[in-house]
């Protein structure tokens, strides 16, 4: 399950994010992450970055699911 403290959102165009960690999850040696079809996970805290519009067809996809099991 997706800790939502652990997902940042970035721009469409950036295709590698730095991750140092964070308060919540602690602080670990600044890496570089190459972003995968829009995506990426830190091999060290677990933080995933994701592109704008990965994020949106990710929420739209659970809106329908969402719509769907509502409906039947
Ligand atoms: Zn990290």
Redesign the pocket.
């Known amino acids: 399950m997706l800790k939502r403290q652990n997902l940042k959102i970035v721009e469409n165009h950036v295709t590698v994010a730095s991750?140092?960690?964070d308060v919540i999850?602690g602080k670990?040696p600044n890496?570089y992450l190459t972003l995968k079809d829009g995506s990426a996970e830190?091999y060290?805290?677990g933080?995933i970055f994701v592109t704008k519009d990965v994020h949106e067809k990710h929420l739209s996809k659970t809106r329908k699911n969402f719509k769907k099991k509502k409906n039947v």
């Open positions: 991750c140092n960690g999850s670990h890496v830190c060290y805290c933080k």
